[in-house]
Every structure is written in C-alpha cells, then in structure tokens.
C-alpha cells in the first residue's frame, strides 16, 4: 500500500514537471533556456501595446507572468457557464481528464448574450484576438493558478498541453535509458544505515503541552422504547403550540459557569470601513404622561388662493389634464374600482386544494377496555347542542351462529351507550343501559335529552336523559377546575357520581318483542316534525310541532313506522296500577316519559318490499327519506345554536298525548318516496304509502319502481346531500354510486371497483362536492368531485382495523370535526383542515352544473343504446328474411338455351325499331338473324 502511495506521489511530481516545463517553452518542450528568456523578453515587450484590458486583468497577466506563464488566464464558471459549454465538474471534466476544447465562436455568441454577466467577459480581448477556431480551457481541481478553470491564449501551449501525456512518457523512458546506462559504468555500493544515540532537544515537552487530555468526565446518555413497539409506524404531525397543553419543551441556550474556555489565539480578518453612526431626532422620554397638542392648518389668505386660481399656470394644467381625467371617470363607471384584487385571487387561491394544509389531524381519541373490550363500534352520534359531546353504541364481534351459542354469557355482560366529553378523553361522562347491544340510534331533533335506539334482537329503545342535561353542560367547567353543586340532582345520581363508575340512566320504554322486527335493526331515523303519518302512509299536519315518529329497517325484509304516541291509553287492573306504584316507591326519580310504550308499543305501518319476479322480499339495510331530518348541524344552523345559552327546561314530550280525533288537513307537497339499500347489493326506490287489495281488502305494500344491483356487497351507506336534496351518495362492496332522484336508468356517477372494501361513507356538511369512505383497511379515502372523479383526491390512514362509521360535525366557523369509529373500539375525532370544510365562491353551482351534466351525458347513452338495439334488431331480421328467402332452381341446358335465343329476338326487334326511327332502314326490309 505504501509503494503504491510512493509511485503515485512520483508520478504527480512528473507530471507537474512535464507540465511546467512545457509551459515554459511554448514552441519547443526541450528548448534551451536562453531561447525561453528571449521569449519573455518578447511577450514584456508587447504589454505596453494592451491598454484597452483592464485594471484587473492587467494585474492578473502580470502575476501570471511573474511566475513564467504569461499564457494561462485563470476563470471562474459559474454552474451556469459550465452546463452552456458542457464543461461540468465531475461529469464533463474529471481530475483524470481535465481539458474541454470550447469554439470561438461560441465564446463570442456568449459574450454578446450575457455580456457583463458572462465569466468569460475578463478575457474578452483575447478571446477576440485568438488566431485559432477553439480555445483550451483546462479544470484546475488543485486551484494552482487560484480559480476553478483557466484558459491557454495560445496554440503553442495549447498543442503542448494536449501531447503532454507523450511526452511525459518519452522522458520516463529517456530517464530510465540514462540511468541502465550510468548502471553499466559505475556499480552501485550499498551502505547499510548506523544506528546514532537519542539526542533530546526538548521536543517531549512541546508534545505534552499541545496534547488534548480530558479535563471532564463525559456525560452518558441511554435511549430506550418499549420492545413491543419495535417496527410501529411512526407518523409526524404538526402541531400548534400555543392551543395544546405540554405540546412541546423549549430549550433555551444559557451560560453554564462551571464550563469555560479561555482563548489563547483567535483569527482576525481587518478591514477599513467607514464608521457607523445612529442618530435620533425624537427626544426619548423617560418619564412619559398624557399629553395633547392643538394646532390650525395653514392656509392660503384669500389673496392667494384668488391669484392662484386665476393664474395662467393652473390653466395650463387642468387643459392638460382634462382629457385623462374624462377618460379615468369614464373606467370607474365601467368597472368596480373598490373590487379588491387580492382578497379574490387569495379565494381562489384555497379552493380545490390550494393550500398544503389538506389532511386530517388528530385531536382527541376515546376508548374504555371495560365496556369496549373486543367490541366493535356500531354508531357514533353528536350531541346536537352541546360542544364536545359525543356518544357512541358498542356490539360483540360474532356471527349469528357463535351469538346464539353464547346467548347466556351475552346476558351477564351490560350494554351500555357511553357519552365522551373533550374535558375529559379517559373517562366517560354518562352510560345509557340498554337491554342489548344497540347497533344505531339517534337524538331528538325536537328535544336532545330523547334518544331512540335500534337493538341487535329487534326492539326500539327510547331513552329520556333531561335529569343529566346539567351534568352535560358542565362537563367542560367541571374539567377546568369549577366544582357544580348537585343539589337539584336525584339522589341515586348523586350516589353514582361519588363513586369511580360514571352515572348510569334506565331506558324509559323497549318495543313489544312479538310486533317488533325478527332480526337486527340496522338503521333508525325520526320523521320531521312539521307532518305525521297514518295508517295508510298518507301525510297529515302535525299540529304538535315536535318529532313524533320513527322509521326503522331491518334485514328481516320489513320497514316499520312507529308513533311514540301511542294508540290509545289501556285501562289497567288495580293489581298493575299496585305494581307499578311499587316500582314508582323503589325509584323515586326514575323518568316517566315514555311509561305507556314500554313492551306495549306496536308499529303504526309494516312495508315489505317484495320483488316482481319471485315471492322473495328485499332485505333492507339503510334507508334515506326525501324528507328527513338532518340529525347534524349545517352552516346556517351554527349561528343560531351557538345564540342559545341553555336548553329548554321543560321537554315537550312530557305533555305528550295521544293523537288528536280531529281531522288533520292532509299535505299534498310531501314525498313518500324513499331509497333502501339492501344486504345484497340492491338499491331500491319506492313509495312507502299502502294500496288495498283487491281480493281481500287488506293494505299492502306497493311494489317498488326501481331496482338497480350495482352495489357487490351489503350497502352500508345511503345518504342525500345536505345541500341537494335529489343526490344520493350510496357505499357498499368494493365501490359507491351517486344517484339522482328522477333518473330511472341507472346512477349518473359510479367508481371502479376498489382495491379494498368499502365500509362506510359521508357527505361532507360544507363542501358540496366533497365526502368521506371509510375502507376495511382503516384508510379513509377523501372524493372532490371538483378536482378528480376516477380516484380519490387524497386518502389517510386513521386506524389499523376497519373503519366503521364516521360522523362530520361543525363546532364553530373555525372548528369543523369528524368522527372516525373502528372495529377495535377506539374513536378518534379528527380536525378537517381549512381547504376540506371551507368551499369556493362558486363550488355550489360547479357541483350542480356537474351533476346535470352527468344526467345529459347518461341521456345520450341511454339513447344511443336505444339506436343500437334498433339497429341490430333491424339487421337480424335482414339476415333472416335472406334466410326464408327460397332460392331460384336451376336451369337445364336447353332451356337455357331457349332463353338466350328469346332474348336475341327481342334485341332484334329493339335494334330494327330504332334503326327505322333514324331513317336508316326502311319499314318494308327484312332483317333477319342472317342479316345481321
């Protein structure tokens, strides 16, 4: 390794050599030393004559001169200069070969383009005085002459420099010649090394005094993580420092005492430069207090402004100005001059993803291992009024085989609907008992405080939480430290809130298990409260005003409406009115809101959806009524719910009764059509109002009018638009559908099938053209209509298990939120970003011009499609008509014989008759076969 060192340090110094040498003599490499003095003499003698170089290159020369080589002008190129000549460093020029041969011309093209500005502008003159067509320019990595590249200003060192690695060459073999030919004359003897003493001269103590010892014991530090979080993604987020608690830890310099360094040496770089000097014209005050000044403008006497206003100056200037002047007020009446410019191209700036800020962030998550332990998360709901509220329902993971084996361990274990506030992610607020797991529910839009549940066997549950709405309302105070008295509490509850477990409320009423559905109830929602609904499913006014019906569906082929009226009050036997006294005495505080439907309450309609062809019902999942209550709030309902202080103190339904016996004024203007989709795929449209047979008088359902199966797996989202109330987003299977109510052909907009299953979908309550898709995955993809329609325009991933529902919400203008629910029992709420819940001037009408326009374009297809199935039944009955056509028999000889022989009769005839027309043959002459 260190012969190897040696030889290359050898061969370097060669070169060097060969390369100063050949410098030195421009003509000849072996020239004599006089003739290279002549030559300098020669190249002083004609300085004189360039005195149009300047200053600075003049020096240059000079210090080229002073050390032999007057020929060599070092450059410096830019990156610019070496990607226009192709003379980069380490791609086009190397330490290894380092000359780039660049035409003059090119130099000359570059010196006009950049002028000043190109790197070969101190060497203009001589690049115009060279007599060859390419300059040499050669790559000094070593900076020998101080700059990155030089260039040779003549042929002779040009020619040099390019024979320089034969010539090197030639002298190595030359030397190596001389030196076997100075071996032959005299032999070498070898005189081997003499070991001297040691002789110190003092240098022991110079190496102990510039030697680095450690004066400090060093610090150690060890770094650890848990092993089972070994290989778990690691996901960065930016976070505001100033709205999160303990986000982050600042880490400020400061001066340690006990760690010093005292400077011995120090570099320092001198340079003239005038003085600075800060001067101030207000008078600093140390003292400072209040103080005013009065003062009167000045003006013109009236002398003055008389003299100026008749001077011939100011007469000059408005003719001057006038015509400009006109022409200025004439544009502002045009165009809008107070328009701001820079607030419009920052609106559309944001829109369709115009800032970076396009993803979802975290900001709270919520999860029990006592109550959601190998659970699964069923529905998640917002409270409607109340910031930070929100409640979610919880079922086993089982099929129905593995629930029905373990029927009797289900039955220890308690169903609960746990509320979760932001004050407080680790503990729930408030449980509801349920008498099963609840798969879906929702609040009252007429009062929040009633809660309507679906459960897994079938039955509806009605809750009434009006006792713990206070408890709500304070939970943000409460968590910053202000203790809430309880005295107007019941007893029992505040018996609950001392202890560790949150309060726990009774449901106040459960459907009668014989008249409710046979299977899961997969989806519940109210009905509006300004119309209700009879026995024959026509619409009525409701003079109540508040929500009094529900729908649910169920897989067991059946829609039920239910009245939370009642029919008619029973008469009870005096041993049911002891009992329920009895009950009454036990709990004192327990809510008797809904007591006249609890295991009494029977449907007020029954659909069943039966299909055309076979005896078969539909199985519906999820239903979407035209007119449905929006159970989230929208842009227009925040300012009036955020107006609101405190809820109504007295609920509505506590003077609830049964339906008035007086005739309601029937509503003409209310759609009873509805979309269902189904376990197996299908979306169906149809009218929920009944049609009495006509064989045996009973009310039955009507068939349904649409039937699309697009969907290759259950549907588990049907939902309209919050802004278009004829869209219909539809998810299910590997892919989702958009419909509009009054297209019977079909969706107008449907994806590709998708890499992973989709679970659940939701509109987005801002954006028109925006809405979520949670995927088996744990991934969210998010759709903009308005930027992409074959593939989501972004996707997240949120959870490692699948995502079950999602629920947006609106805080506030600047806190928009969505809840994002998966398999393992774990909730997370997510912030949406500003270009994700803040929409364009003009998003509204793009989205709706889009949706026509899909309608147009599914028209035309429809209509083609019609065009060629005409034509193709057209071209088979063509076919088929040859086909039946029967087909001429064949001739034999002398009949074809014959027939040819009529024919030439005829041609005869038919000649003779027009020759006699022209005259050419008269009408008595024969013409005969033989004639002709």
């Known amino acids: 390794m260190a012969s190897c060192f040696h030889s290359q340090i050898k061969k370097s110094e060669k070169m060097s050599k ?287 402004k008389e003299e100026s206003l008749s001077s011939e100056k100011l007469k000059e200037f408005i003719t001057s100005v006038f015509l400009r002047m006109e022409i200025a007020l004439q544009q502002n009446e045009i165009m809008n001059v107070f328009f701001d410019d820079w607030k419009a191209l920052a609106e559309d700036e944001s829109s369709y993803g115009g800032k970076s800020d396009v993803y979802l962030k975290e900001y709270e998550s919520f999860t029990d291992l006592h109550y959601l332990k190998d659970r699964t998360i069923s529905c998640v709901c917002w409270h409607p009024n109340i910031y930070g509220i929100i409640a979610e329902s919880a079922t086993e993971r089982l099929s129905y085989e593995e629930r029905v084996n373990l029927s009797g361990k289900l039955l220890l274990q308690k169903s609960v609907i746990l509320f979760w506030s932001f004050s407080d992610p680790l503990h729930p607020l408030l449980m509801l008992e349920c008498p099963e797991d609840i798969y879906c529910f929702q609040f009252s839009p007429s009062d929040p405080n009633i809660i309507a549940g679906g459960c897994i066997n079938g039955q509806v549950v009605l809750w009434d939480i009006s006792q713990y709405e206070e408890k709500l309302q304070n939970a943000k105070a409460s968590a910053g430290g202000i203790k809430k008295t309880a005295v107007n509490l019941p007893s029992f509850i505040q018996a609950q809130q001392s202890g560790t477990e949150p309060p726990l409320a009774r449901y106040c009423a459960v459907s009668s298990i014989e008249y409710s559905h046979k299977a899961i109830i997969t989806d519940i929602q109210w009905l509006p409260d300004y119309f209700e609904v009879n026995r024959m499913g026509t619409t009525f006014e409701n003079r109540a005003e508040i929500c009094v019906q529900l729908v649910t569906c169920s897989p067991d082929c059946s829609i039920l409406f239910w009245d939370i009226r009642g029919t008619k009050l029973p008469v009870q036997p005096l041993s049911h009115k002891v009992k329920e006294e009895k009950i009454i005495d036990v709990l004192p505080d327990f809510p008797a809101t809904f007591k006249h439907l609890d295991l009494t309450w029977k449907p007020l309609i029954k659909i069943n959806l039966c299909k055309s062809d076979t005896s078969v019902d539909y199985s519906p999942v999820r239903i979407s009524l035209r007119e449905q209550h929006y159970h989230y709030k929208t842009p227009d309902k925040v300012q009036s719910l955020n107006k609101r202080e405190v809820l109504a103190k007295e609920s509505p339904y506590m003077e609830i009764s049964v339906p ?98 989709y679970t659940v979908g939701h509109w987005s309550l801002t954006r028109p053209g925006v809405f979520f898709i949670g995927r088996e995955d744990g991934n969210i993809d998010i759709w903009d209509l308005l930027e992409k329609t074959h593939e989501p325009s972004q996707f997240q991933s949120i959870s490692i298990s699948m995502i079950t529902c999602i629920r947006p919400w609106i805080a506030s203008a600047k806190h928009h939120f969505l809840a994002v629910s998966d398999d393992s029992g774990v909730l997370h709420v997510l912030e949406i970003s500003w270009t994700l819940s803040h929409p364009s001037s003009n998003e509204h009408a793009s989205v709706l011009h889009y949706f026509e326009r899909e309608v147009k374009y599914l028209e035309y297809y429809e209509q083609r499609q019609e065009f060629r199935a005409k034509e193709r039944i057209e071209m088979e009955l063509e076919a088929q008509r040859k086909k039946t056509t029967a087909t001429a028999p064949q001739k034999s000889r002398e009949q074809m014989e014959e027939q040819e022989n009529m024919d030439y009769m005829e041609f005869l005839d038919i000649e003779k008759k027009i020759l006699t027309d022209l005259g050419l043959v008269k009408g008595s002459e024969v013409f005969s076969s033989s004639d002709a």
Not at 36 to 43: D, F, L, R, S
Not at 677 to 698: C, F, L, N, Q
Request: charged content about 30%; some cysteine.
């Open 18 to 304: 060969n390369l100063i040498s050949s410098k030195s003599s421009l003509k000849s490499p072996k020239g004599s030393a006089k003739k290279q003095k002549g030559e300098n003499k020669a190249k002083e003698s004609s300085k004189g004559k360039r005195k149009q170089i300047d200053k600075k290159d003049e020096e240059v020369n000079l210090s080229m001169a002073s050390i032999g080589h007057p020929e060599i002008f070092p450059l410096v190129f830019t990156t610019q200069t070496q990607e226009i000549f192709n003379c980069r460093v380490d791609e086009d020029v190397t330490e290894e070969n380092r000359f780039k041969l660049i035409k003059k011309e090119d130099i000359i093209e570059d010196l006009k383009t950049r002028a000043a500005v190109s790197d070969f502008h101190p060497v203009k003159k001589v690049v115009l005085e060279y007599p060859g067509e390419e300059l040499l320019v050669v790559f000094d990595a070593e900076l020998q002459y101080g700059q990155n590249f030089h260039l040779v200003a003549t042929e002779e060192a040009k020619e040099n420099l390019l024979k320089l690695p034969e010539t090197a060459e030639e002298e190595e073999k030359e030397k190596e010649d001389d030196e076997n030919k100075e071996g032959t004359l005299e032999e070498c003897v070898y005189k081997p090394p003499v070991c001297k003493p040691w002789v110190s001269l003092g240098s022991e103590k110079e190496v102990e005094e510039e030697s680095v010892k450690d004066s400090v014991s060093k610090i150690k530090y060890l770094i650890s993580r848990v092993r089972r979080k070994f290989g778990a993604p690691i996901t960065f987020t930016d976070k505001n420092a100033s709205s999160v608690k303990d986000s982050y830890i600042e880490c400020t310099s400061y001066q340690d005492k006990t760690f010093s360094i005292k400077l011995l040496e120090k570099d320092v770089g001198a340079q003239i430069v005038p003085k600075v000097r800060e001067n101030s014209t207000q008078t600093k005050w140390t003292y400072p207090k209040n103080a005013a000044t009065q003062y009167f403008p000045r003006e013109f006497s009236d002398e003055e």
């Open 660 to 757: 008035s016996g007086k005739i309601l004024r029937a509503l003409e203007n209310i759609s009873t059509n509805f979309f269902v989709g189904t376990e197996d795929g299908e979306i169906v449209y149809s009218d929920w109002k009944m049609e009495r047979d006509s064989d045996s008088g009973r009310l039955i359902s009507q068939k349904p009018s649409q039937t699309h199966a697009i969907h290759d797996g259950i549907v588990h989202t049907v939902q309209r638009s919050p802004f278009f109330k004829d869209i219909i987003l539809s998810v299910g299977g590997w892919n989702f559908a958009i419909w509009k109510e009054g297209v019977t052909s079909g969706p107008i907009l449907q994806s590709s099938c998708s890499a992973v299953r």
